[in-house]
């Protein structure tokens, strides 16, 4: 199993600019995630999924949008980029039954001039 | 508000000492902990975790102690190896999961 895997590594955005980071997680989970990094500071939740067809804001939502494409895909589209959004970007899914633990993939680093 | 906060942003240990990294959480609703490492340019990974009828933990090398009346939690690590340097995180579920802000262990040879 490849775990949580997401595309790109890394990425340089111009202010205004759109993209897509993508996340892809083949352990059947239910619930996925989407999160940001700031140096110095926790993760901070962007959205999140429980299950596919559903989506809901998480801590810092504005500026993002997400797609729960299928069970195994999450994306998380920026539509206009800002230089506040220059951050690591981390998915995340979760065992659904038992457990709060989560998996995460290793991360997308997006600068943006 | 809820928070999840940490005494110490950076730790200096000696290998083979024990390291001992605290996590303070203002949530008392919360039923559940995690333990995260991070190693530089990767994503978060579980460590322990813990829930809230319990007071303590024990994995291989790390136990976990919750202390409800003061709403602390702390992670201890047994002879700490260089690969434990890293940041570790904590993390409190009630509504929803909350991250603390990490602290950096460094382990010194």
């Known amino acids: 199993n490849a775990g949580v895997t997401q595309t790109p590594k890394f990425q340089v955005l111009k202010t205004g600019q759109s993209m897509t980071l993508q996340c892809a997680q083949d352990m059947n989970h239910n619930s996925m995630y989407w999160y940001r990094q700031d140096p110095g500071m926790g993760l901070r939740l962007i959205y999140y999924s429980a299950s596919e067809g559903t989506t809901d804001k998480g801590e810092v939502p504005n500026g993002y949008n997400v797609s729960r494409l299928n069970k195994r895909e999450f994306s998380l589209r920026l539509e206009s980029a800002a230089p506040s959004q220059t951050s690591v970007y981390f998915c995340?899914?979760?065992?659904?039954?038992?457990?709060?633990?989560?998996?995460f993939g290793p991360g997308t680093r997006l600068t943006v001039t | 508000g809820e928070s999840v906060g940490l005494h110490l942003p950076t730790l200096s240990v000696q290998e083979g000492d024990n390291s001992i990294i605290n996590c303070a959480y203002s949530n008392s609703a919360s039923d559940y902990f995690i333990w995260y490492k991070q190693e530089s340019g990767k994503g978060p990974q579980f460590i322990i975790d813990?829930?809230?009828?319990?007071d303590k933990r024990q994995g291989q090398r790390v136990t976990v102690l919750l202390n409800k009346t003061v709403k602390h939690l702390s992670l201890q690590i047994a002879a700490t190896q260089p690969g434990d340097s890293a940041v570790y995180f904590c993390?409190?579920?009630?509504?929803?999961?909350?991250f603390g802000p990490g602290t950096s262990l460094s382990v010194i040879p």
């Open positions: 995340a899914s979760r065992v659904d039954r038992g457990s709060y633990e989560q998996y």
């Open positions: 993390a409190e579920q009630y509504d929803k999961v909350i």
């Open positions: 813990i829930r809230s009828n319990m």
